[in-house]
């Protein structure tokens, strides 16, 4: 499968936990994205990467929300001290830099339940 | 401030028929739109997208139009069939922020009645 893959699919979490998602996206790409989406909503942006670099982040992604790239191939994303308002779909998503009109592929999602 | 809108949560077309999916967009700099589709516990499915040079843009059953001095585009999808029910969100990017995040609508529940 050469698609963007996310794990895990689900979690579910107690409040105050501290979770860690992880990011494979396509092999050749070298821009990867970090997208939230709740219910009734379309996927709203956290950050961005191109190779390891982040190179922007939204006034979504709180302090207690960090990215990494360090390789510049996966990802991992970690929310510290979970709030039930954290419960949302993540979703990554990855490109190519070289055609700035390139679309972005997405994974299937974590899903993050905080109860 | 939302600035990409679609406006009808819902849309119900019978088999065979055309269906149209609208979105307004209200950020001039936006330069480049996409179409994604949804379906149930997946991640969106890149459909089909429209630079802001041109004005349509087709990919079999699908056709992108956009009118530029609206801010408005729109999908349509010609026959429309079961599977293609879905949620359909429109997103936007800009050249000007060298395209590091797509704007997306809250998207068009899609159905398809066979």
């Known amino acids: 499968d050469t698609g963007v893959s996310q794990n895990p699919r689900h979690k579910i979490t107690k409040r105050g936990q501290n979770v860690t998602f992880r990011c494979d996206p396509i092999?050749?790409?070298?821009?990867l994205y970090w997208y939230r989406q709740t219910l009734g909503q379309g996927p709203e942006f956290l950050t961005y990467?191109?190779?390891?670099?982040?190179?922007?982040k939204s006034r979504l992604l709180s302090d207690r929300f960090s990215a990494e790239r360090p390789k510049g191939s996966f990802s991992t994303l970690e929310i510290q001290r979970t709030e039930q308002g954290d419960s949302a779909m993540y979703l990554c998503?990855?490109?190519?830099?070289?055609?700035?009109?390139?679309?972005?592929?997405f994974g299937q999602g974590t899903r993050l339940t905080v109860v | 401030d939302q600035q990409v809108k679609q406006n009808s949560p819902s849309l119900s077309v019978q088999e065979g028929r055309i269906s149209i999916l609208n979105c307004d967009y209200t950020?001039?700099?936006?330069?480049?739109f996409l179409w994604y589709k949804k379906y149930p516990a997946e991640g969106p499915t890149f459909l089909i997208s429209?630079?802001?040079?041109?004005d349509k843009n087709e990919d079999g059953r699908f056709t992108v139009f956009l009118n530029k001095s609206a801010k408005h585009l729109s999908l349509h999808i010609v026959p429309s069939q079961p599977g293609d029910s879905a949620v359909y969100f429109c997103?936007?990017?800009?050249?000007?922020?060298?395209?590091?995040?797509?704007?997306f609508g809250s998207g068009t529940r899609l159905q398809v009645q066979p």
């Open positions: 998503a990855s490109s190519l830099r070289d055609n700035l009109n390139t679309e972005a592929f």
């Open positions: 092999s050749e790409h070298n821009r």
């Open positions: 990467f191109q190779n390891e670099a982040q190179l922007e």
């Open positions: 950020n001039s700099m936006f330069d480049y």
């Open positions: 429209i630079s802001s040079i041109k």
């Open positions: 997103a936007a990017s800009a050249k000007d922020t060298g395209r590091r995040a797509l704007t």
